[in-house]
């Protein structure tokens, strides 16, 4: 797994092993990018954007529960697999 590879360098945090679809919502009012949640945890995740570059930073909407959304950095990325450290702010719910 993609996953795997970066645990030494950007340390293991409890990952769940997803697949769940979601949502890159783009600030700057295109069409959301569809993606697969590969990895999750509380402090990020790891996403594939399947055919698109998400953009350095993003909101997230995890499609199964459309009330959740997560404000994104990226911090590394291999083709359109990024990983991603979630920002706490004021439009995180």
């Known amino acids: 797994m993609i996953a795997s590879r970066y645990f030494s ?3 293991s945090r409890a990952l769940a092993n997803l ?3 979601g949502c890159i919502m783009r600030e700057d009012d295109l069409e959301p990018l569809h993606c697969i949640i ?4 509380q402090f990020g995740a790891i ?3 399947l055919d698109a570059a998400p953009p350095d930073s993003f909101a997230l909407r995890l499609i199964t529960n459309a009330l959740v959304t997560r404000n994104c950095d990226v911090i590394w990325r291999e083709g359109f697999v990024v990983g991603v ?3 706490m702010n004021d439009k995180s719910q």
């Open 9 to 11: 360098k950007y340390g």
């Open 85 to 87: 450290r979630f920002v």
């Open 47 to 49: 996403i594939d954007a």
């Open 38 to 41: 590969l990895d999750l945890s």
């Open 19 to 21: 697949h769940m679809p």
